[in-house]
């Protein structure tokens, strides 16, 4: 068994050798590849102490149940010092700012979210945590010389509009896979009466990176929603580097899809990929991101 797992070790330092990869020094989850340091970090939830902080902060009495606060994914170009990285407290200030609407639950359900025997249920919040959320982005470099870190927190990259698509075809090539991860930034089971979740995924391949950020909303027999964030990089040398950024949000009432002749049992709406074409899309925008070099 101990000769196994060196064997896959071995193996997979090859093929990051033969990629112009490395792994992330011991203790961290990564690797640095063609310019570009990527790490994810998956932990707990947040501790009582650190949620209400985190409620002080946002100025609300509501957060999801489960918020990881310290997971995150963070890619950064080492060369221009650009770093875009994603994480739940960002997320959540985007939910606060955009303070949608609380969906309508029908009365049969409303129970569900009592915190106390009795007490009147009122909805003067967006209970599903929805988010614009598309990514931070911070600019990281090192200071001439003194080997020092400077940040510059909050940055506004310059994000063009484009035509450009990801070839999501291109991405499914028989090209090893470097690094994978995903990492749960908040989840909510919406008092068992759906789910709201965001989750964010990259995977790194010896020609590119590729990441979905994506946020999922079911609400049973009312309504879904999703949000999807792509972005991609390729390491082709002979272009000029830039990312590539598609955003796409789907919405859909269950008694719009129900009249479609699609179910309406909220079981058949349990994973987000098989159900995304028969939600319709309410909101769709590529960008780019040209990279000095």
């Given at each position: 068994?101990?000769?196994?797992?060196?064997r896959?070790?071995?193996?997979?330092?090859?093929t990051?050798?033969?990629?112009?990869?490395?792994?992330?020094?011991?203790?961290?989850?990564?690797?640095?590849?063609?310019?570009?340091?990527?790490?994810?970090k998956?932990?707990?939830?947040?501790?009582?102490?650190?949620?209400?902080q985190?409620?002080?902060?946002?100025?609300?009495?509501?957060?999801?149940?489960m918020?990881?606060?310290?997971?995150?994914?963070?890619?950064?170009?080492?060369?221009?010092?650009?770093?875009?990285?994603?994480?739940?407290?960002?997320?959540?200030?985007?939910?606060?700012?955009?303070?949608?609407?609380?969906?309508?639950?029908?009365?049969?359900a409303?129970?569900?979210?009592?915190?106390?025997l009795?007490q009147?249920?009122?909805?003067?919040?967006?209970?599903?945590?929805?988010?614009?959320?598309?990514?931070?982005?911070?600019?990281?470099?090192?200071?001439?010389?003194?080997g020092?870190?400077?940040?510059?927190?909050?940055?506004?990259?310059?994000?063009?509009?484009?035509?450009?698509?990801?070839?999501?075809?291109?991405l499914?090539?028989?090209?090893?896979?470097?690094?994978?991860?995903e990492?749960?930034?908040?989840?909510?089971?919406?008092?068992?009466?759906?789910?709201?979740?965001?989750?964010?995924?990259?995977?790194?391949m010896?020609?590119?990176?590729?990441?979905?950020?994506r946020f999922?909303?079911?609400?049973d027999?009312?309504?879904?929603?999703?949000?999807?964030?792509?972005?991609?990089?390729?390491?082709?040398?002979?272009?000029?580097?830039?990312?590539?950024?598609?955003?796409?949000?789907?919405?859909?009432?269950?008694?719009?899809?129900?009249?479609?002749?699609?179910?309406?049992?909220s079981?058949?709406?349990?994973?987000?990929?098989?159900?995304?074409?028969?939600?319709?899309?309410?909101?769709q925008?590529?960008?780019?991101?040209?990279?000095?070099?």
């Amino acid at each position: 068994m101990e000769k196994e797992r060196e064997r896959e070790e071995a193996e997979r330092k090859a093929t990051l050798k033969a990629a112009g990869a490395e792994s992330l020094p011991e203790g961290r989850n990564g690797v640095k590849i063609h310019g570009w340091e990527i790490e994810s970090k998956n932990r707990s939830i947040l501790s009582s102490l650190t949620y209400e902080q985190w409620g002080e902060k946002l100025q609300t009495s509501h957060l999801p149940e489960m918020v990881f606060g310290e997971s995150s994914l963070v890619l950064w170009h080492l060369e221009s010092g650009i770093k875009i990285h994603f994480n739940a407290f960002d997320a959540l200030v985007g939910w606060k700012k955009e303070a949608l609407p609380p969906v309508e639950v029908p009365a049969a359900a409303k129970w569900k979210f009592r915190s106390k025997l009795f007490q009147e249920v009122v909805f003067d919040y967006d209970y599903t945590f929805t988010t614009p959320y598309c990514g931070s982005e911070t600019v990281k470099k090192n200071t001439e010389g003194e080997g020092n870190i400077l940040n510059q927190e909050n940055c506004n990259l310059e994000w063009e509009d484009s035509e450009e698509k990801i070839d999501i075809a291109a991405l499914a090539s028989k090209e090893p896979i470097l690094f994978y991860d995903e990492a749960v930034l908040y989840e909510d089971e919406l008092a068992d009466n759906g789910v709201s979740l965001l989750t964010v995924k990259v995977r790194v391949m010896p020609s590119c990176w590729f990441l979905l950020l994506r946020f999922w909303l079911r609400v049973d027999g009312v309504l879904m929603r999703l949000r999807d964030t792509r972005m991609y990089c390729s390491f082709e040398k002979n272009a000029n580097p830039f990312i590539l950024r598609e955003s796409c949000w789907r919405e859909a009432t269950f008694q719009s899809l129900s009249s479609k002749g699609y179910p309406s049992d909220s079981a058949a709406y349990s994973d987000p990929n098989l159900i995304s074409h028969r939600l319709p899309v309410v909101m769709q925008k590529t960008q780019k991101l040209k990279l000095p070099w």
